[in-house]
């Protein structure tokens, strides 16, 4: 970069490379600013301020050189466009059945396919990147905007994360959302599942990414299959299903076990389009019309049929009963024993994603709704008969600007929280607690994209990890300031 050259803008991309993303580095004066993320989007910038514009100059100079070290080429901003995101489509037709007893309709905008539910709350997360928390009326308590659309919202114990298509995993725990997993470039995420902070991504190309709660990617397979719309994690295996069935990895509380002859396969009837999981059983969605539970040893022990694709499943706790989402907009109910107990229409799309809880079953659908379906028994019954009162619609709020996850709150307060530093190790920044009554020879897991090395923060709280071994950060996150 010479003295005249105020800016640098760079990109690692081919037609044969997965990898499709920019570096900029700019100089004005002392200042120098650096812009990186992937091409198509706006990035993230951060400035840093040398002691003068030569120092600024040769800073700039030093990180170019290290990113052209990497592959990283001279280019013309603008020329490659954004790289494709796979979007779940579904041509939903319309169900002939009789409406389902449909309590409320939250309608969150677009196409939704993140849903969660707990005693508390309902959240939905949509194509457009927005999450909404709702109450179990369907009134929204809390709202974000995130930078692109949401794959899926996951829980791990008492933290609750959004996939996208940024390639990024936020933690939704606290008041602004956090980056807790920067997913490798190349990985067209499906689906995410995170068991004890390991992360579990499965992509288009049938490839499971497994990476550790310093989000560092230790494993990383391909299945016989491709289009992995499932991956689901316990405290022992990952377990991946794709177009030719489910694959299953073992050794997941000790990565270095895991192999190529760790695993077993079961071929389903049909790609799998959806999967869900109890203590015991995992339960598929197939093209061919079924679901199929699947017994965590690989044998198929119930297939229970439906009329069209199903593009979701769930079960009440324990798989008493199933339930089942087509591309006809239909849900359905089945006994564990395999009886069809009944057929309905949603009335709002074809469910994307779906969770029963507390005897209802909540659907996320093509329309963008967010619907809350009376399972009770008398319910059904009503809606059969065609008395079941009108379900009421709710629209969501307008958009609010994109959360920045990088923005921090400034206190001097350590009386209500846990204060814990970043320091280097090697070449690692890591987080470690400071305050009394913790071991301070364990990592914390803590928002990479927040680590400045020397910082103290002061944390909503501090939580062992199930499994011992390290901390993890929950809730909200300040910058002290001494």
Known sequence: MSETTNKRYLELSSDTDTAHKFYEVSVDGCDMTIRYGRIGTDG????????????????????VKAKEKKGYAQAVQGVRKKRAI???????NNSTAKHAPTLWKFKSGTNAFGIFIDAQSCWVGNEKGNIFKLNHEGEVQEQFKLGDGVKCIVSDEDWLYAGCDDGKVYDLTGKIPRVAYDIE??????????????LGVSDADGNVLIANYEDEGISKYKSKGDSGW?????????????????????GWEDPEKMSDDDVWDCKTDGNILFGWQEEQMLYVGTAKNKVQAISKQGVIQKTYSCDASVFSCATSLGGEYIFAGDNYSSVYCFKETGERLWKLATGCGSAY?????????????TTGAMACIDASEEAIKQANEGTFKKAKDIKAPKDVKIATSTELEITRNVDRGVVVQCTKEGSKLRMHVIS???????????????????????????????????????GDIKKLEE
């Not at 993230?44 to 990180?63: D, G, I, M, R, V």
């Not at 499906?190 to 004890?196: C, E, G, Q, R």
């Open 44 to 63: 993230t910038k951060s400035t840093k301020t040398l002691a003068t514009p030569e120092k600024a100059q040769a800073e700039a100079t030093k990180k």
């Open 86 to 92: 796979t979007r779940r489509t579904i041509t939903s």
């Open 185 to 198: 470039e190349g990985v067209d995420i499906y689906w995410i599942d995170i068991y004890n902070g390991l």
């Open 230 to 250: 499932m991956i689901r994690c316990d405290k022992e295996r990952v377990y991946h299903g794709h177009s030719k069935g489910v694959t299953v990895y073992d």
């Open 353 to 365: 994603s779906m969770q029963y809880f507390d005897n209802k079953l909540y659907i996320v659908t």
């Open 436 to 474: 009394d009554g913790y071991d301070k020879s364990w990592n914390v897991q803590f928002p990479q994209n927040l680590r400045i090395e020397g910082a103290m923060y002061v944390v909503a709280e501090i939580k062992e990890s199930s499994t011992g071994g390290f901390y993890r950060a929950f």
